[in-house]
């Protein structure tokens, strides 16, 4: 180093200036709890607010659709009539016309058994949930002689009991995705 450049080191760090002192402090006077300032390099901010927006819009499809919205990994419809609660509703059938399962959950939150009976345009079934129990409709076979639409298409579905109705819009799905091939009626 040359005695100009001594020169304005020595000033910097005998300045009186406490910012100049943080950044230029002798290498005998620091030790290892001695913290350096940092400033980015001029025309870098836009970066940092970059990855900012970024990372936020990012975390956004994470958040949920709200009550309504409590399983979407679920692909079926998910009401409540009353105490009773109808979880991923949906149907799977091979062909337009032809006969349609139902799946899904039904929860029933009393310690009353619920008659549901559930339908389309054309025909009924009617299940009973017990008190404080459910049904999987994956376990138990509930068929419909028709979906109403072909499969890729969603169809109306209407939920009856003694506390009301209510409409579910129900994907048609079919067994072309390996879960629902199993349930494919016969």
Not at 50 to 68: F, H, M, P, R
Not at 120 to 138: H, Q
Not at 156 to 176: H, K, N, W
Request: charged content about 20%.
């Amino acid at each position: 180093m040359t005695t100009s450049h001594q020169h304005l080191h020595t000033d910097l760090r005998t300045s009186p200036d406490p910012a100049k002192e943080t950044f230029m402090l002798p290498r005998r006077q620091q030790s290892s709890t001695t913290y350096r300032h940092h400033q980015p390099p001029a025309g870098r901010p836009g970066v940092s607010a970059a990855i900012l927006v970024a990372g936020l819009i990012a975390l956004t499809g994470c958040a949920t659709g709200g009550e309504d919205n409590w399983n979407s990994t679920a692909v079926g419809d998910d009401k409540s009539v009353g105490a009773l609660d109808l979880r991923s509703v949906l149907l799977v059938a091979a062909e337009d016309g032809g006969p349609a399962r139902l799946l899904g959950t039904l929860e029933n939150n009393t310690d009353q058994p619920i008659e549901v009976t559930i339908s389309d345009e054309d025909e009924e079934t009617t299940l009973t949930v017990p008190g404080d129990g459910s049904i999987g409709l994956d376990t138990d076979e509930t068929l419909l002689q028709s979906a109403g639409d072909a499969p890729g298409a969603r169809t109306t579905l209407t939920a009856t009991t003694d506390e009301g109705d209510v409409e579910l819009l129900v994907p048609v799905v079919d067994g072309t995705l390996d879960p629902y091939e199993p349930y494919l009626p016969e």
